[in-house]
């Protein structure tokens, strides 16, 4: 049974201090919060804690942060369409202390999600939010994917939007920013900059 192992302290919680967070959760955010560990389960074979794991026993290393576990299960609700889930844990996770690194990631993923649902003005305002904290990412981006820069969304997004807007300038001066950094543009991978 789901809730069982939400009893009692102990486990994933406790090692990532999250317990009190999660028991300050009203009971429908509980539960909400509950399907989403269940869905990340179920759907990540690779996962390493099953249920019984997430309050019980002892765990005193894990590879998670706050973020990046929180994200873990934004990302099977946004997955299986449970967009409003989704969504606040994503928000829950970036009120959580952690890296630029770990905020780009969660951004792309509600990128995603506010496209799913068409919302223009969510969309614009996690692109600008991404592209102002580029220089605190590039590295570990860079780092990452052996040593360039991959695309990224939100650059070519907000690039859009500012050209809808009739901001060509904007939009322009985006893209030289691009030209210069290293960041691959759309399907044409960087021949703008040649």
């Known amino acids: 049974m789901i809730g069982n192992p939400f009893r009692r302290e102990g486990g994933l919680l406790k090692t990532l201090n999250l317990w009190d967070w999660f028991k300050s959760l009203s009971p429908d955010r509980q539960k ?3 399907r989403a560990y269940s869905l990340k389960v179920v759907r990540d074979m690779r996962f ?13 290393r894990t590879p998670y942060t706050k973020r990046t576990f929180l994200g873990t299960l ?3 609700s946004l997955l299986e369409g449970y967009y409003d889930t989704a969504q606040w844990i994503y ?4 009120k959580m202390e952690g890296t630029a690194y770990e905020e780009h990631l969660i951004l792309m993923d509600l990128l995603v999600l506010y496209r799913k649902q068409g919302r223009i003005e969510d969309i614009k305002q996690i692109c600008k939010r991404d592209i102002e904290l580029f ?4 590295e570990e981006l860079k780092r990452k994917n052996r040593g360039k820069l991959p695309f990224i969304p939100s650059f070519e997004i907000y690039i859009y939007i500012l050209e809808k807007e009739g901001k060509y300038k904007e939009a322009q001066d985006l893209r030289n ?3 210069n950094e290293g960041i ?3 399907d044409k991978l960087g021949e703008e900059c040649k």
């Open 184 to 186: 691959p543009q759309g």
């Open 74 to 76: 934004a990302q099977a």
């Open 48 to 60: 390493p804690y099953k249920i019984q794991q997430l309050l019980q026993g002892n765990i005193e």
């Open 177 to 179: 920013y691009m030209c």
């Open 91 to 94: 928000k829950e996770a970036l």
């Open 135 to 138: 220089p605190a990412y590039k």
């Open 32 to 34: 909400d919060f509950k």
